[in-house]
């Protein structure tokens, strides 16, 4: 892929800028730049931009990242389906796991967690439009959820994924679900949760509007 700094830079800071102009909290939101679509050469490429904070959505690409173009200023998080027989490539480094989307995979990850001794943040992934054809839990569900006892998990917050679609109002309601939800949970559960990760290329200026802190920008940045 070719990869050009100069575009890359002009589109973030365009982001930004739609973060200020967008969003209710500015100072709240984080750019993640997912870079599942590059290889290890292009993405030592993009940190050596200056780039630091990064989502991956396979756990075999993220095991050989961190393996050569690792250092301690990076971030990374992992936002794609989590098969449990690959917690082991992510557990030791990841900053946030976005997309846990079963009670078994939560105590998968506890566990593992636990045998390093660390603790590690996650989002619950959600999903209020009830698809059959998306993961994440339906709403009805998140009470098993904050049942669980999971001593080496912090749950942060939520992400979701919108439907597809290009229509502005039905985004903005989706995403205005899953902030309710949010506020829902900490109320009924007396939690703390601050992060809401919702919004891609095509859809995170609703996000903002509807007070998204992570959005998970990917091929924007270098179209
Ligand atoms: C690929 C991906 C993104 C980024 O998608 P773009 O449309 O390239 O911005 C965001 N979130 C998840 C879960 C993804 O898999």
Redesign the pocket.
Known sequence: MELNKDKIIENYSKIENDIKKYSPYPEKVKILF?T??FDIEEHQKIVNMGFNYF?E?KAQLFRDKIKTIDNPELRWDF??RLQKNKIKYIIKRVNLI??IDTISLLEEVNEKACEIGRKVDVLIQVNVSHEETKTGFHVSELSDVFKVRADNINIRGLMT?APLTDDESELRKYFRETFEVKNDINKKYNLNLDELSMG???DYKEALMEGATIV?????LFE
Not at 216 to 220: E, L, P, Q, V
């Open positions: 997912v599942k679509y989502g959505n936002i794609g976005h997309s994924m891609m290329s095509n998970r920008i990917g091929s924007k």
